[in-house]
Nanobody, 124 residues
Framework: VQLVASGGGLVQAGGSLRLSCAAS????????TGWFRQAPGKEREFVAG?????????YYADSVKGRFTISRDNAKNTVYLQMNSLKPEDTAVYYC?????????????????WGQGTQVTVSS
């Protein structure tokens, strides 16, 4: 499985970005994709997750609820993270991960494959 994350950049506070995570190669019959972020000197933290099976369960971190939206395009094997009303504290490297789970997990260890990360910088 290969994941390619893209869409990061520099944006002013209040602005928007859309991240993409494209998957290629063999995938699990049931799996979930999660977005995480890691700021300098901090641990990688959960941002949002979506399952590919069934109705597509979605979870968000409390810090991004109401501002970020995760979605999927089954035909393109791609998951998106629409980020609105960005804040300076959203600055981090954003990673997408995939793991063989029915429901999204907030734990880094539950994801087996990771993309290369994309930098998001929000200026004040």
């Amino acid at each position: 499985v290969q994941l390619v994350a893209s869409g990061g950049g520099l944006v002013q506070a209040g602005g928007s970005l859309r991240l993409s995570c494209a998957a290629s190669g063999p995938t699990f019959s049931s799996y979930t994709t999660g977005w995480f972020r890691q700021a300098p000197g901090k641990e990688r933290e959960f941002v949002a997750g979506i399952s590919w099976s069934g109705g597509g369960s979605i979870y968000y971190a409390d810090s991004v609820k109401g501002r970020f939206t995760i979605s999927r395009d089954n035909a393109k094997n791609t998951v998106y993270l629409q980020m609105n009303s960005l804040k300076p504290e959203d600055t981090a490297v954003y990673y997408c991960g995939i793991g063989p789970r029915l429901e999204p997990s907030r734990r880094v260890g539950d994801y087996d494959y990771w993309g290369q990360g994309t930098q998001v910088t929000v200026s004040s």
